[in-house]
């Protein structure tokens, strides 16, 4: 790679050739400051927060976009320098329309500290006093509040290039210049996934997510009810960023103490959930091949997973075609809550009628899977209330809670049991290792043949990845699978989502079982997660949640031994009659562009 | 055409002789005799012609492009119109030439949606240029292909940007992309693409037929060649004229018989505009930029009103992508109302100067970089009358 000599501010550095300016300043630890700049997404270089000047040209460049092929002499904070940055901020802040104190991203703004690094202590331009625009609120998912857009467009990015899902676009010209949703409808009227990747990249609180809290602080102060809440392993390999600590802290002890003192009645564990899909789903996933191959029936292979309901809601949208081949599957959260309001409720003698579900999740799309008209096989809403983890982070500070300073304790028994495998679901590629797991033990009667079973050619952060496992010396139930070999695939993000799907229809992906998750990195890149984040931050995430899987004494779903009792006691076996009826589903062919 | 002295443009020429010499050379050395003649383009940024299709002919790749800009949207500015009407062969002459020069094979005029009307016109243009064999295949015997499309615009200043233009091509929204990499390596449909006004297409086949150096006996040492002007406003002929760069303000009132002026608006709505101490300047590269048009204004006009019109236009016409363009040009247009109302102190009226040089040097594209300029320029050239009636 051929190596560029270049100066900024005096400093001799050599960087690679392509290198853009800013990448080389932060190689050397020289700041400049960025606004429309997002590490997950393409260069558009429009705010124009962080030009700089290059000796002899008479404009300042924007060192984003700014890749370096000859020699050049950078200089990053002279006086026009200094001055260019103030007055677009000043520019931007003057159509800002919205209040610090009031905001979601008070004090995780980059506006707000961007004015703070710039020493803004005044408007230079007279600044909008009534809000332009009206605020979009209409799904359970999202909130966009347009009157605190900067038109970075990093949420347009995110939606089209990202995710390649699209419902965002620039509208008008000039003064006039929108971030518009598509036709400048309604969220809730568009194909939009509710995956939140536009809020997890949005600078400001321009985008948030519709926050429950209020309600769930409602059901905890009435004494009537009995609240129930679930914690994913995503939030908990998350949420101790919200309180400062570095990215890939597992907080899971403190956060059931957290839960605990805030005045939650049961505290459960999403990964007991997880374990029950893979129950089911493993069990389908067999059932499906053994017709297929067995008995020759026309049953649609591959499997694709089913609890992600972003990849949910854009099969429904996009692929209609396909549904079929999504696991009948409801998602763990759903899962547990049916399981909560019928079994639970049984056992503990509750009147389901007062219990309410909380879910603390890592996702936006989470909330909309919830309020789906469908989820209420428990003859109740099956979960009532989605908490991102930001949410719930604003949720224990306004306890009075300080997350780190607090001693660690357990989950509440039974349903507060997940084994390892439940707990990987929540980086991309988890619910396919799981299911591996189970599937392998279900029938060789062994456990997987790799080293600490971790299923590592399913792991990574690649957009798409593919593995093969051949079953040998099967179990007799299972002879129809000796010296066959699974093929599956792995894609998380939508973009890919969409690659794989479009492998499959040409023929020429070859998979019996396909896992998909709608954000980047699986759950712990989740649309509810803390912002900010990059590559770096999401496989910190996964490392703490791979970690805490070789801690846990039982690796898989089947080995459960609150499963088990489950199964035993109340529910029969997977895919029998109540299973069908409590934990499966349906799905519904939606438009291509709209609901 | 009132009084133009006939020079390169509307002066005598062969149809099919600058081509017809140019494949006599070798590419490059037409791109050498380009350079040579000192070409610098007329939309408005002036970059050296020779030098950007030297860099796209060095370019590796599969295809290349040839732009013609015909999205004329300046106010006050209908040369190319007049061009496209009256000479689309030297236009057609000088995108093959440039084709040739850089290896391109196609040839895409993107001609702005008010202009539907001339279409057939060119089109029976480009049909003729086939039939004498001046377009198509193996033209004029040669072993080189090139043929010309006709694309319309949707109409958006920004669009005259090569980049915005680009973006429009290939279905996008036209906005500017960043640079490097330039359109010359990166431009249409990703390949190595020359984007080149109409005006400076036409000046090429006569460069090539009589050479560098006959061109540069016209206009100044640095601004080879003449220059279209539409010239408008408070002039009793108004019209387009063909004048050699270098000429002065006060020739070109004269030659279009303006009386009692008080203000002249140099390069367009992006010019700068310059009161009687400034007359004697020329209009050339190195002088008063000069840009498509030339709006006269007499001492009945009030310069602030002048000013007020100009910045709506770019208020309207920002695409709204960066910052600085999309927000300063409204508040200059805000301040501007402000005087008129005397409602804006000094400080503040420095505080919008500033603004204004900022997006002059901040700004992504020459839309928001030019814009600023009749602002300073009226503000600063009719201090007396903004600030003391
Ligand atoms: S978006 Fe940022 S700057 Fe605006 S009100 Fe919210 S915290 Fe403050
Ligand atoms: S939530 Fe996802 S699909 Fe919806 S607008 Fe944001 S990025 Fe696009
Ligand atoms: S909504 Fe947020 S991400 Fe989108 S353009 Fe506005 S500030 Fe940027
Ligand atoms: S300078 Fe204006 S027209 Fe050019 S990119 Fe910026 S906003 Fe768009």
């Known amino acids: 790679m051929e190596l560029i000599p270049i100066k900024i501010n005096n400093k001799e550095i050599k960087v690679k050739k392509g290198t853009t300016i800013l990448e080389a300043a932060r190689q050397n630890d020289i700041r400049i400051p960025t606004l429309c700049n997002h590490p997950d997404l393409e260069v558009a270089g429009i705010c124009r927060i962080c030009v700089v000047e290059i000796e002899g040209m008479r404009n300042l460049q924007a060192s984003c976009a700014y890749p370096i092929e000859h020699p050049i002499s950078v200089k990053t904070y002279t006086e026009k320098v200094r001055k260019a940055r103030r007055f677009n901020l000043d520019l931007i802040l003057a159509q800002h329309y919205g209040e610090c104190y009031s905001c979601v991203r008070n004090n995780n703004c980059e506006l707000q500290s961007l004015a703070k690094e710039y020493g803004v202590n005044f408007y230079r331009f007279p600044h909008i006093k009534e809000p332009r625009y009206e605020i979009d609120d209409s799904s359970f998912a999202l909130v966009r509040d347009p009157n605190k857009c900067v038109h970075c467009k990093r949420c347009i990015r995110t939606c089209l290039d990202l995710q390649e899902v699209g419902v965002l676009e620039t509208a008008g010209r000039g003064y006039n210049v929108q971030v518009q949703t598509m036709l400048d409808r309604p969220l809730v009227e568009l194909n939009c996934v509710y995956c939140g990747q536009c809020i997890n990249r949005c600078p400001t609180g321009a985008l948030h997510a519709n926050d429950p809290s209020d309600w769930v602080w409602e059901a905890i102060d009435d004494p009537e009810k009995f609240v129930i809440i679930q914690t994913a392993p995503s939030p908990r390999a998350a949420i101790g960023e919200e309180f400062g600590l570095p990215a890939g802290t597992s907080v899971t002890g403190q956060l059931n103490t957290a839960l605990r003192r805030m005045g ?112 209420v096989d428990s003859g109740y809403k099956d979960i009532d209330y989605g908490l991102t983890t930001r949410e719930m982070a604003g949720m224990i500070r306004e306890a009075g809670l300080w997350l780190p300073e607090l001693p660690k304790s357990d989950f509440d028994h039974p349903l507060g049991l997940g084994s390892g495998a439940g707990l990987v679901f929540g980086a991309t590629g988890g619910v396919m290792e799981a299911a591996i797991r189970s599937v392998h033990l279900i029938v060789t009667g062994r456990q997987v043949p790799f080293k600490n079973m971790d299923v590592t050619p399913v792991r990574g952060m690649e957009g798409i990845r593919e593995a093969s496992i051949t079953f040998e010396n099967t179990l007799e139930r299972y002879k129809f699978l000796e010296g066959v070999t699974l093929n599956v695939a792995v894609a998380h993000g939508i973009k890919n989502a969409r690659q794989v799907i479009e492998r499959v229809k040409s023929g020429e992906g070859n998979y019996h079982f396909i896992e998909i998750m709608a954000c980047p990195g699986g759950c712990l890149g989740g649309g509810g997660q803390p912002i900010p984040t990059s590559p770096e931050i999401r496989e910190a995430r996964a490392q703490a949640i791979y970690a805490e899987d070789h801690m846990l ?43 | 055409m009132k009084n133009s002295k006939k020079r390169i443009l509307f002066g005598e020429y062969i149809v099919g002789s600058g081509l017809a010499a140019a ?52 106010p006050g500015t209908f040369k190319d119109r007049l061009l496209l009407m009256e000479h689309p062969g030297k236009i057609l002459e000088g995108m093959a030439i440039a084709g040739y020069a850089i290896g391109a094979h196609h040839g895409i005029i993107y001609l702005r949606g008010e202009y539907v009307y001339l279409k057939k016109g060119i089109e029976e243009r480009i049909d003729h240029m086939k039939a004498t064999n001046l377009l198509g295949d193996k033209i004029l015997g040669k072993r080189f292909n090139f043929d010309v499309e006709i694309r319309l615009g949707a109409g958006a200043y920004v669009c005259g940007e090569e980049f915005a233009l680009i973006e429009s091509l290939n279905g996008r929204r036209g906005e500017p992309r960043n640079k490097p990499p330039f359109p010359t390596e990166k431009g249409y449909l990703d390949k190595p693409t020359v984007v080149q006004n109409v005006e400076t297409l036409c000046y090429v086949p006569y460069i090539i037929a009589n050479g560098a150096e006959w061109f540069r006996t016209h206009g100044t040492m640095k601004s080879t060649g003449t220059k279209l ?48 101490k400034d007359f004697d300047k020329p ?107």
């Open chain 2, 23 to 74: 494949l006599k050379l070798k590419p490059k050395e037409v791109v050498n005799e380009v350079k040579k003649s000192e070409l610098r383009g007329r939309g408005g940024a002036g970059f050296p012609t020779g030098l950007k299709w030297e860099s796209a002919a060095v370019q590796k790749a599969d295809q290349k492009f040839i732009i013609c800009n015909a999205d004329e949207g300046e």
């Open chain 1, 264 to 375: 939650f009645d049961r505290i459960f564990d999403t990964n007991f959930a997880a374990d029950l899909t893979i129950m089911e789903e493993g069990s389908e996933l067999l059932w499906r091949l053994e017709q297929k191959l067995v008995h020759g029936k026309d049953i649609k292979i591959p499997m694709i997973t089913s609890c992600s309901p972003g990849w949910v809601k854009f099969a429904e949208h996009t692929f209609p075609e396909l549904l079929d081949h999504l696991s009948s599957c409801k998602s763990p959260q759903q899962m547990f809550g049916a399981v909560i309001k019928t079994y639970y409720a049984q056992m503990a003698g509750i009147d389901p009628a007062n219990i309410v579900t909380v879910a603390l999740m890592p996702c936006a799309a989470k909330k909309f899977e919830c309020n789906r008209p469908e989820m």
């Open chain 2, 229 to 276: 002007f539409s010239i408008s406003g408070d002039v009793e002929n108004p019209g387009v004229y063909e004048v050699e760069l270098g000429i002065t303000v006060r020739e070109l009132l004269e030659m279009v018989g303006a009386k009692d002026t008080k203000a002249v608006q140099v390069g367009g709505a992006s010019g700068i505009c310059v009161s009687e």
């Open chain 1, 553 to 595: 004494p039982v690796r898989t779903s089947v080995e459960n031994p609150e499963i088990q009792q489950l199964y035993k006691d109340f529910l029969g076996e997977p895919l029998g009659h109540l299973s069908h009826q409590l934990l499966h589903t349906h799905y519904t062919p939606r438009g291509r562009y709209t609901m």
């Open chain 2, 283 to 389: 209009i050339a590269f190195e002088g008063l930029p000069p840009g498509g048009s030339i709006i006269v204004f007499n001492h009945s006009r009030k310069m602030l009103h002048v000013l007020e019109n100009f910045m709506e236009f770019f208020v309207e016409e920002s695409c709204g992508q960066c910052t600085p363009c999309r927000e300063g040009n409204y508040r200059l247009l805000e301040g501007v109302r402000l005087l008129k109302k005397g409602d804006c102190t000094v400080a503040y009226l420095r505080d919008l100067m500033e603004l204004a040089r900022v997006m002059q040097i901040s700004s992504k594209c020459g839309l928001g970089q030019m814009s600023p300029n009749p602002f300073i320029s009226i503000i600063e050239n009719f201090k007396d009358e903004i600030l003391y009636s």
